[in-house]
């Protein structure tokens, strides 16, 4: 699966069912070659207004299921 992939899908708690946002970015620790996190961001018209973007970091742990439009996270 390919970055691009995973930035595509939905980003979803299984906890309380809050939609996370999108992958906008992720962290990466070069010197050992593993994703340390991903950051999750919720972009809507009016919080981008406001400046009110909220970033969530989720790291592979996380993740409970990569569906084909969404991925859960237990968070």
């Known amino acids: 699966m ?4 995973i930035q595509a899908k939905e ?6 069912g809050r939609k996370l946002g999108r ?3 992720v962290h990466i620790d070069i010197k050992q070659g593993q994703i340390h996190y991903f950051i999750a961001e919720e972009k809507h018209f009016f919080k981008r207004i406001f400046g009110r ?8 742990d996380n993740i409970e299921k990569i ?5 859960l996270v237990k968070l």
């Open 11 to 16: 980003i979803v708690s299984i906890v309380d």
């Open 2 to 5: 390919d970055l691009s992939d």
């Open 67 to 71: 569906g084909e439009d969404v991925i």
């Open 53 to 60: 973007e909220v970033e969530t970091k989720f790291t592979f």
């Open 23 to 25: 992958v906008v970015d």
